[in-house]
């Protein structure tokens, strides 16, 4: 079902952890749905990553992108990352099964809610950046079966 | 361990070497159709009437009530529309419970879309259904009564007897879903009052494909497959001989060993019970601890989501299974869960783990080690088990300010 990149990831996943004192901290997801992920930014002052942690609850896919994410943010700066998308995460894991699409795009709006969290602290705006959703799952529809 | 553990039997079974061993010969030797006049056909033709016979003795029922069927959904699709169908003149309502099976759920959404009415009876937070909600549920257009034997996914008996009366005094039709029951429990039809029972081959060592419904004489039900005269006129299709033939072994094989298999797997039950809840700290045995099938364990770990654990279980050469909802294709956990009042989350974080009497101690203890290990590993990559310690944390802390 999975890629040997995601079974990779999930099996030895990168950046697993937190960050104290983060630069800024992002959550989405919900439990009721199955998947909630947490992405910790240290950010320096010319406004590059310098490091970036997760946690996930959640699916075999869920901590396998959570793991690239971190991975592709790495030691860019922060319109860098903005710029990181929800393909690229599926691209660089040599892709995941059409249901787990939406894990993917979790791990992409973890990494927004954490420099929207840092925007907040800092008092700075990040073009391109919009206020992340409460809950990524609310515009889904559930399939018919 | 260097083999595999296979821990899904309520998923499907591996046939025995006797089941095979019968099923062979039907393949290229005895390949007559049973409805053919010479001798080779005649021969297909016994072997079905002894598997019938093995299997109608096995219910305390008799020979002519037992009809094959392709396995245990198309049993339960045929008991729920055809009897819908033959007694929709005397109402159109069915009574049923919120733990069925699919096949029995999907066949009543059908049902209603045609016009008939169901109620879903509740149950208690163990997966016992409420009968006193039952009773109050039926009404003088009740047609039908169907609740499973026992729950597929937390093993949860159901009080049979006590539905069956109660149908039989109300004039009501009952029919059970028995794929997880039947060669596992002893099942009397006559002393249960049971008019219509469904079963399948591979959840007792018999081959896929094949399954069977019980239809207690003078049940009027509509025919299912249209055709030859094969299995009374009511399912016609050339029969699946060597199916069959399998499906006959394996009764016979699990009725002579009933109670020396049953007891072995409650053993194992049992001690991986009390491994998994004296080694894993936050963890919920889902199901009534005595009124459950005997190989059935299934747990809910809280902090943890079901499919990782899978996985990595699978990593580990164990198979089982979970109610989460990665592993169901949708984003709703397991109705059962949710219906014993499991919040989602907790539904998400649930194993299965269905024994065999083939199954072994050692293999016990080494599944326990190894879910220990991985329910640790996955709390510590989970935003929920952080936020859990550190509440606890923030706590303690505030109690020790006090003091």
């Known amino acids: 079902m999975y890629s040997e990149k995601v079974m990779d990831h999930f099996t030895n996943p990168r950046n697993m952890g937190e960050i104290e004192n983060a630069s800024g901290v992002g959550t989405v997801g919900n439990a009721k749905c199955g998947d909630i992920m947490r992405i910790y930014l240290d950010i320096d002052e010319n406004q ?90 609310e515009d889904e529809e559930e399939e018919e079966y | 361990m260097d083999h595999l553990i296979y821990l899904d039997h309520a998923a499907t079974t591996g046939c025995t070497a006797g089941v095979v061993e019968a099923m062979l010969p039907y393949f290229s030797e005895h390949y007559g159709n049973p409805s053919s006049i010479y001798r080779l056909g005649a021969e297909s033709k016994k072997a079905i009437t002894e598997a019938r016979r093995t299997i109608a003795e096995s219910l305390h029922a008799d020979a002519s009530e037992i009809y094959f069927t392709a396995g245990g959904s198309e049993a339960d699709n045929w008991a729920l529309i055809a009897a ?70 937390i093993g949860t008996i159901q009080p049979i007897a006590e539905i069956g009366k109660l149908a039989k005094e109300r004039g009501i039709l009952f029919h059970t879903d028995a794929v997880q029951a039947y060669g596992h429990l002893p099942i009397d039809v006559e002393k249960l009052s049971i008019d219509m029972l469904s079963a399948s081959g591979h959840k007792l060592h018999g081959p896929k494909g094949i399954g069977f419904l019980y239809i207690r004489k003078g049940v009027k039900i509509r025919s299912f497959l249209h055709g030859g005269a094969q299995e009374r006129k009511r399912r016609a299709g050339t029969e699946n001989v060597p199916g069959i033939v399998g499906f006959g072994a ?138 859990f310690v550190k509440k606890q944390h923030a706590e303690g802390k505030e109690q020790t300010n006090v003091q």
């Not at chain 1, 995941?96 to 925007?119: F, G, N, R, T």
């Not at chain 2, 003149?89 to 049902?111: F, M, N, P, R």
């Not at chain 2, 059962?336 to 016990?364: C, D, F, K, Q």
């Open chain 2, 250 to 387: 394996a009764v016979k094989e699990a009725f002579e060993n009933l109670e020396q298999r049953s007891e072995k797997e409650r053993q194992l039950r049992d001690y991986l019970i009390a491994q998994i809840e004296s080694r894993i700290p936050h963890c919920r045995l889902n199901g009534d601890r005595q009124k459950r099938l005997p190989g059935n364990v299934n747990f809910s770990f809280r902090f943890i989501e079901g499919e990782s654990l899978l996985i990595m279980l699978d990593m580990k050469k164990i198979c089982a299974s979970s109610g989460s909802a990665c592993t169901s294709g949708s984003l709703d956990p397991s109705h059962v869960l949710l219906a014993i009042g499991l919040p989602h989350e907790i539904a998400h974080g649930s194993l299965r783990l269905t024994l065999s009497w083939e199954n072994t101690m050692e293999e016990m203890d080494y599944v326990v080690d190894a879910i220990a290990e991985i329910v640790e590993k996955l709390r510590n990559m989970s935003p929920l088990y952080e936020d």
């Open chain 2, 84 to 153: 819908a169908e033959a007694y929709s003149d005397k109402g159109k309502h069915i009574i049923t419970s919120k733990i069925e099976h699919h096949a029995v759920l999907h066949t009543c959404e059908y049902l209603q879309k045609k016009g008939f009415q169901i109620t879903y009876i509740d149950v208690d937070e163990e997966g016992i259904l409420k009968l006193d909600e039952l009773e109050k549920a039926i009404r003088p257009d009740t047609i039908l009564i169907s609740v499973m034997f026992a729950n597929n996914e």
């Open chain 1, 48 to 137: 590059v990553i310098r490091e970036c942690k997760f946690k996930t609850f959640g699916c075999g896919a869920a901590v396998a992108t959570s793991s690239m994410a971190t991975e592709l943010v790495k030691g860019k700066t922060i319109n860098e990352a903005l710029a990181v998308t929800n393909k690229a995460v599926m691209e660089a894991l040599d892709g995941l099964p059409p249901v787990k699409v939406h894990c993917s795009l979790l791990a992409e709006e973890a990494i927004h809610a954490a420099l929207w969290d840092y925007a907040q602290k800092n008092g700075i705006e990040i073009q391109g950046l919009e206020k992340p959703k409460a809950d990524i799952h």
